[in-house]
């Protein structure tokens, strides 16, 4: 498996560690570019991230003025509906943050369609973001979450979007959920200078165990396994999810 494994004890423990390499991160960025530019997770295990990392908003608040937010995925619902990952991420951390507003990049809106909405967002991510030398913006931090059937963002298994090799963004009819989602793709994710991916409880820990044990040239048979990114992978785990795991922190 590519990438530094980190087991912790409890999520208090793993918490601790990803918002130290959150600000870490933050201040190689800023100092080397002037900005600090993160795509968010959606779920129940950044959710606490983002409520203790908030707490502690208001001690660097140079770094935060500095900051833009974006979103891995999206569901395409109006952003006050209980499943918007924009509402979870604004209860948790955006409104408590001191964040420029006009450095809070939504992923959706529902006053335009899906389609309108990936045109606007490509466009949003290609004027703000620094580009690579192949022209895919760049974030400086894309954290991840994995699911039980190994999809992480909105990429899920058997889906077309997974073979998008050009667009940084797409959008993807699930249905096993019968909804529409908005996705950043691999192309995007991969250009990224570090990605975090968080995995935590029981309920894992036989789909992390195939992917760790996956040989390099074993055909793929979850989504996750295509985050190569061209910069950092760090795999943030608690016992639960790893303990069918031989890597060692």
């Not at 979103?71 to 948790?92: I, L, W």
């Not at 995995?199 to 979850?222: H, M, N, P, W």
């Not at 999810?241 to 031989?246: P, Y």
Request: charged share 20%.
């Amino acid at each position: 498996m590519n990438g530094r494994t980190h087991i912790f004890e409890n999520i208090d423990a793993l918490y601790a560690a990803l918002e130290k390499q959150w600000q870490l991160a933050a201040h190689a960025a800023i100092a080397d570019h002037g900005a600090f530019h993160v795509a968010l997770a959606g779920g129940s295990t950044p959710r606490n991230f983002y409520k203790k990392l908030a707490q502690q908003s208001t001690v660097d608040a140079s770094c935060w003025h500095k900051t833009h937010l974006y979103f891995g995925d999206e569901r395409c619902v109006p952003q006050d509906h209980p499943d918007s990952n924009y509402r979870m991420a604004k209860e948790t951390l955006l409104s408590v943050a001191p964040l420029l507003p006009e450095h809070v990049h939504a992923m959706f809106s529902a006053d335009f369609s899906v389609e309108q909405n990936v045109a606007q967002y490509e466009r949003l991510l290609h004027d703000t973001l620094p580009l690579d030398a192949g022209g895919y913006p760049v974030f400086d931090l894309v954290l991840l979450g994995m699911g039980d059937d190994g999809h992480t963002a909105s990429l899920f298994p058997d889906t077309a979007i997974l073979h998008e090799s050009v667009k940084p963004v797409a959008a993807q009819f699930v249905q096993k959920l019968n909804a529409w989602r908005m996705s950043l793709t691999f192309p995007a994710i991969n250009a990224a200078s570090h990605v975090a991916i968080l995995v935590v409880g029981d309920a894992k820990a036989e789909v992390l165990a195939d992917i760790f044990s996956a040989e390099q040239d074993a055909v793929v048979r979850y989504p996750v396994q295509q985050v190569n990114p061209v910069g950092q992978l760090d795999w943030y785990l608690d016992t639960a999810a790893a303990h069918l795991l031989s890597v060692q922190d």
